[in-house]
């Protein structure tokens, strides 16, 4: 005989498990989402991590909440990407109950995403770069086909 309630208790547990899994793997990758958008603003910036929290701190060891939200929409200007509430559900997750954030968590939180967003630049510009010369080299070829092929009583089309 088949227990019809133990059945019922093992799927109706292992539908919440998978639930549960389901919403952690959301809430990791947005976080990764919201704070990679926060690090391509400052992989922009030619300085170490450590100094970057300057921003935020002015100059301290700590910034409160409120300053690094401020930061992030007014001077790094992400108020179109990037919520308040974003904001405020990133730094509860990662700064748990503390009041401040302090220079050692912004490091910890930001130093992999900041190397990753400067990689992904540095990629994009070699790429626009081989683009550019790829272009180049055909503007080129182009112009000596076309020099060597159309010329009109002795006048070549490259000569306008």
Known sequence: MVDLDSN???????????KSTQKQSFSKDWERDVIMRIARKLGRLSIDVDLM????SRGTK???REDFKYCCLQRLNLKDEI?????DMLLDSKLKDKTNME?????NIFTQYIAKARNESQNQ???QRSLMMRYQDQ????GQTLHH????????????
């Open 8 to 18: 019922n208790a093992k799927t109706s547990s292992a539908a919440a498990d998978i």
């Open 53 to 56: 929290f300057g921003i935020f």
């Open 62 to 64: 700590t910034c409160t």
């Open 83 to 87: 919520s308040e509430r974003e904001l």
């Open 103 to 107: 220079q050692r968590d912004f490091v």
């Open 125 to 127: 510009e070699a790429e």
């Open 139 to 142: 503007q080129r070829e182009s």
């Open 149 to 160: 092929s159309k010329t009109v009583e002795g006048v070549s089309l490259m000569d306008f």
